[in-house]
Nanobody
Framework: QVQLVESGGGLVQTGGSLRLSCAASGGIFSNYAVGWFRQAPGKQREFVAAVTRGGVSTYYADSVKGRFAISRDYAENAVYLRMNRLKPEDTAVYYC?????????????????WGQGTQVTVSS
């Protein structure tokens, strides 16, 4: 069983930056891909970014490409999401996910374990 804990969310002005962290325990976190998703009020959870287990490949939603960067630290057993040039539409609860059981990193249903989420609010 993998336990995931997100942190690093908060309130930031438009154009600002945040770095989210996803820490894992209870499993072999480093052996699996990790994804970040977000859910805004009244909307479905959507894919943001993902990194493969070896860290070689990364994937991004078009809406964040060029602004967000996902990385992983095997020594710390953590994955990070660096978010730059934040916009009000980035406001959401951000979740990390581990163990891709499906075939597509973008599908919510394909991920087995989820954290509790961290709130990101971007003021205009």
């Amino acid at each position: 069983q993998v336990q995931l804990v997100e942190s690093g969310g908060g309130l930031v002005q438009t154009g600002g930056s945040l770095r989210l962290s996803c820490a894992a325990s209870g499993g072999i976190f480093s052996n699996y891909a990790v994804g970040w998703f977000r859910q805004a009020p009244g909307k479905q959870r959507e894919f943001v970014a993902a990194v493969t287990r070896g860290g070689v490949s990364t994937y991004y939603a078009d809406s964040v490409k060029g602004r967000f960067a996902i990385s992983r630290d095997y020594a710390e057993n953590a994955v990070y999401l660096r978010m730059n040039r934040l916009k009000p539409e980035d406001t959401a609860v951000y979740y990390c996910a581990n163990v891709l059981a499906g075939t597509s990193v973008t599908e919510v249903a394909g991920w087995r374990y989820w954290g509790q989420g961290t709130q990101v609010t971007v003021s205009s």
